[in-house]
């Protein structure tokens, strides 16, 4: 049984940079994509980044590229987003979630597997 714990979330002004984490345990190996996804207040949820295990390959949503970035940790089992230049559009939930099958779409939330339960980010104006 996988088990994805996130930390790192809280407020920060616009402009500013946070980092959220993301501590996987259980079966890690037979995973092979780490991704992040958020939920804002009345919106659906959607795909932030990807970074696969073995080979680190790292995908974007167009919305944050250049801002944010993904990197993992094989040894620690960690995956890290760090978020810069925020503005109050990135306010919301962020999910760290993890896909066992490397033929999925990156982007699609439903091939993920596992997910955790979320930490708050919140960007003021």
């Known amino acids: 049984q996988v088990q994805l714990v996130e930390s790192g979330g809280g407020l920060v002004q616009s402009g500013g940079s946070l980092r959220v984490s993301c501590a996987a345990s259980?079966?890690?190996?037979?995973?092979?994509?780490m991704a992040w996804f958020r939920q804002a207040p009345g919106k659906e949820r959607e795909f932030v980044a990807s970074?696969?295990?073995?080979?680190?390959?790292?995908v974007y949503a167009d919305s944050v590229k250049g801002r944010f970035t993904i990197s993992r940790d094989a040894a620690e089992n960690t995956v890290l987003l760090q978020m810069n230049n925020l503005t109050p559009e990135d306010t919301a939930v962020y999910y760290c979630?993890?896909?066992?099958?490397?033929?999925?779409?990156?982007?699609?939330?439903?091939?993920?597997?596992?997910w955790g339960q979320g930490t708050q980010v919140t960007v003021s104006s």
């Open positions: 259980g079966v890690i190996y037979a995973n092979y994509r």
């Open positions: 979630a993890t896909d066992d099958n490397p033929d999925s779409s990156p982007g699609a939330m439903g091939a993920y597997d596992y």
């Open positions: 970074v696969t295990w073995r080979n680190n390959k790292k």
